[in-house]
Nanobody, 126 residues
Framework: VQLQACGGGLVQAGGSLRLSCAAS????????MGWFRQAPGKEREFVAS????????YYADSVKGRFTISRDNAKNTVYLQMNSLKPEDTAVYYC????????????????????WGQGTQVTVSS
């Protein structure tokens, strides 16, 4: 599967952005999806994940209550709605896909994901 992320940009603190990640192929609902981010000089970190059906989600503590992950399996797309953005949210955001058969679960570790998008830059100014 190929992943194409978009929606990043420059926003002031307190603002909102919505990231999208479109997947190629016809088996999108076989994949758990996740968002990760990497700030300058830091390691890539987990942000949010969603199960194949969209019924289960999980968030990093740093974004809980501010970010919402969702998916539209008919459109082969996963979203990350980011509200109340902070300067520390500045990073390159990556979407990732993990193939899952028979379980409606999610993953939170990088090594559990099979495919990665190219990343989209989010910059939050203070």
């Amino acid at each position: 599967v190929q992943l194409q992320a978009c929606g990043g940009g420059l926003v002031q603190a307190g603002g909102s952005l919505r990231l999208s990640c479109a997947a190629s192929g016809r088996t999108f609902n076989n994949y758990a999806m996740g968002w990760f981010r990497q700030a300058p000089g830091k390691e890539r970190e987990f942000v949010a994940s969603i199960s194949r059906s969209g019924g289960r989600t999980y968030y990093a503590d740093s974004v809980k209550g501010r970010f919402t992950i969702s998916r539209d399996n008919a459109k082969n797309t996963v979203y990350l709605q980011m509200n109340s953005l902070k300067p520390e949210d500045t990073a390159v955001y990556y979407c990732a896909a993990a193939i899952l058969f028979g379980r409606d679960s999610y993953y939170i570790h990088e090594y559990e994901y099979d495919y990665w998008g190219q990343g989209t830059q989010v910059t939050v100014s203070s």
